[in-house]
């Protein structure tokens, strides 16, 4: 087992995808053990993906494919503009604001960095915004993308949890909320000390009217997903096909943007990032059957549970560890890893399975604007054509935020377990 362990470290080192080292370190330990046949690893990878619900996942990543398509991206910044571009550092506002409207149509991080940076990043440098800063601030309201429902981690930590999908949309929602406003608090603090600009005027009804007409459209989708699976009209995984149908009927009615090639290219960017989604799950869950086999999840239960009597020491070891590993390792692997050795530790503690999943997705997602392998740092850099290091450095009090609302989603319960609760799901 060590071995193994050993040989997946030195992958990631090195560069490695985590899919491959995954797949290596899994492949090491069937060698070691000879007594288990190496074919057992193709039918490990199959089985990790023999589960229905996973059909959400390329459902929702096309749904946000078609939605950024149409041309939402624009309608989203412009009635957020009206909205919040008034106060200090209007455009910080702006992009944040965009953010949680852009989460409750994509739930992807990566999506929401590449589509509003691209639009904003420019256009807060052209007001006289810092170049790093306006990096640093579309990489960070990016995370708020895959808390706020629908969300497709959430999706998965469902999976692997046995959990209602629709409890852990609603547990991401106050959180993703939360995570928002205090993104702008920090935007504002700064802007006010940095002097930058502000939309100089106010927006009057009738603009406010026209800029929701526009947004209202794209703005309905995640009203229909969650109001259908909470009304029972369809199951997660139907929404998603539901998601997809509605992004393809208001370009079809209204818009009318999409032609064959742009569609064609929407369906080979979803089959892409499908497959590196699925790589990934496959190898992770062919890595946790290694870690099953050697009794690690056992032997983790026991230490726990021998070290840290006070679950709020332990919910603090939770996110310290989630904290690191999300610094190295892509979300859904380490998701599927970690998942069935916390569930059984936390249930000693008493913490309900679905707030573990709001802190466990938001742990992982705070990962993704932390180096070394920070993929929303990535875009944000090659969007600017700025070093990794300048947008880190004034990522910073960004990244205190969401730690600072990680610790309060962690200790607050009602912040997660309120609307699950209210809506009978607990």
């Given at each position: 087992?060590?071995?193994?362990?050993?040989?997946?470290?030195?992958?990631?080192?090195?560069?490695?995808?985590?899919?491959?080292?995954?797949?290596?370190?899994?492949?090491?330990?069937?060698?070691?053990?000879?007594?288990?046949?190496?074919?057992?690893?193709?039918?490990?990878?199959?089985?990790?993906?023999?589960?229905?619900?996973?059909?959400?996942?390329?459902?929702?990543?096309?749904?946000?494919?078609?939605?950024?398509?149409?041309?939402?991206?624009?309608?989203?910044?412009?009635?957020?503009?009206?909205?919040?571009?008034?106060?200090?550092?209007?455009?910080?506002?702006?992009?944040?604001?965009?953010?949680?409207?852009?989460?409750?149509?994509?739930?992807?991080?990566?999506?929401?960095?590449?589509?509003?940076?691209?639009?904003?990043?420019?256009?807060?440098?052209?007001?006289?915004?810092?170049?790093?800063?306006?990096?640093?601030?579309?990489?960070?309201?990016?995370?708020?993308?895959?808390?706020?429902?629908?969300?497709?981690?959430?999706?998965?930590?469902?999976?692997?949890?046995?959990?209602?999908?629709?409890?852990?949309?609603?547990?991401?929602?106050?959180?993703?909320?939360?995570?928002?406003?205090?993104?702008?608090?920090?935007?504002?603090?700064?802007?006010?000390?940095?002097?930058?600009?502000?939309?100089?005027?106010?927006?009057?009804?009738?603009?406010?009217?026209?800029?929701?007409?526009?947004?209202?459209?794209p703005l309905l989708m995640p009203c229909i997903i969650l109001g259908?699976?909470?009304?029972?009209?369809?199951?997660?995984?139907?929404?998603?096909?539901?998601?997809?149908?509605?992004?393809?009927?208001?370009?079809?009615?209204?818009?009318?943007t999409l032609n064959f090639k742009e569609i064609k290219r929407v369906?080979?960017?979803?089959?892409?990032?499908?497959?590196?989604?699925?790589?990934?799950?496959?190898?992770?869950?062919?890595?946790?059957?290694?870690?099953?086999?050697?009794?690690?999840?056992?032997?983790?239960?026991?230490?726990?549970?021998?070290?840290?009597?006070?679950?709020?020491?332990?919910?603090?070891?939770?996110?310290?560890?989630?904290?690191?590993?999300?610094?190295?390792?892509?979300?859904?692997?380490?998701?599927?890893?970690?998942v069935p050795v916390l569930l059984p530790i936390a249930h000693c503690?008493?913490?309900?399975?679905?707030?573990?999943?709001?802190?466990?997705?938001?742990?992982?997602?705070?990962?993704?604007?932390?180096?070394?392998?920070?993929?929303?740092?990535?875009?944000?850099?090659?969007?600017?054509?700025?070093?990794?290091?300048?947008?880190?450095?004034?990522?910073?009090?960004?990244?205190?935020?969401?730690?600072?609302?990680?610790?309060?989603?962690?200790?607050?319960?009602?912040?997660?377990?309120?609307?699950?609760?209210?809506?009978?799901?607990?």
């Amino acid at each position: 087992m060590l071995i193994s362990v050993l040989i997946f470290i030195l992958c990631i080192i090195i560069g490695v995808p985590i899919a491959f080292s995954l797949g290596a370190a899994s492949l090491t330990y069937l060698y070691v053990h000879q007594n288990i046949p190496l074919s057992i690893l193709a039918q490990r990878l199959f089985t990790g993906l023999d589960v229905f619900p996973f059909m959400a996942i390329p459902f929702f990543i096309l749904a946000g494919e078609l939605m950024n398509s149409v041309g939402i991206t624009k309608k989203l910044v412009n009635f957020s503009d009206v909205l919040v571009g008034r106060l200090r550092g209007g455009l910080g506002h702006v992009n944040i604001v965009a953010s949680m409207f852009f989460a409750g149509i994509t739930g992807s991080a990566v999506a929401d960095t590449s589509a509003i940076g691209s639009m904003l990043i420019p256009a807060m440098e052209e007001q006289g915004f810092d170049t790093d800063f306006s990096a640093a601030v579309t990489a960070s309201s990016s995370v708020i993308g895959p808390i706020i429902p629908p969300s497709i981690p959430m999706v998965i930590y469902a999976i692997i949890s046995s959990q209602s999908v629709a409890a852990l949309f609603l547990a991401g929602f106050f959180p993703g909320v939360l995570l928002g406003f205090g993104l702008m608090f920090i935007n504002y603090i700064i802007s006010r000390k940095r002097k930058y600009p502000r939309r100089e005027k106010q927006a009057g009804l009738k603009e406010i009217l026209n800029a929701l007409a526009n947004a209202i459209v794209p703005l309905l989708m995640p009203c229909i997903i969650l109001g259908g699976i909470l009304g029972g009209v369809f199951t997660a995984t139907e929404a998603s096909a539901v998601a997809v149908i509605y992004a393809l009927l208001i370009d079809i009615l209204l818009y009318r943007t999409l032609n064959f090639k742009e569609i064609k290219r929407v369906f080979i960017s979803t089959a892409k990032t499908t497959g590196v989604v699925f790589l990934v799950i496959a190898c992770a869950s062919t890595y946790n059957w290694m870690l099953t086999c050697a009794q690690v999840p056992q032997r983790m239960t026991m230490f726990l549970a021998e070290n840290f009597q006070n679950p709020v020491l332990f919910l603090f070891f939770i996110n310290v560890m989630l904290l690191f590993i999300g610094t190295f390792m892509e979300g859904t692997a380490a998701m599927i890893i970690t998942v069935p050795v916390l569930l059984p530790i936390a249930h000693c503690f008493g913490v309900d399975p679905v707030m573990l999943g709001a802190i466990v997705v938001l742990n992982l997602m705070i990962g993704l604007i932390t180096p070394p392998v920070g993929l929303c740092l990535y875009v944000a850099s090659g969007i600017c054509k700025l070093s990794i290091e300048r947008i880190t450095k004034a990522i910073l009090p960004f990244l205190a935020v969401e730690i600072l609302v990680l610790m309060l989603v962690t200790y607050i319960k009602p912040i997660t377990m309120f609307l699950p609760r209210l809506f009978g799901y607990l």
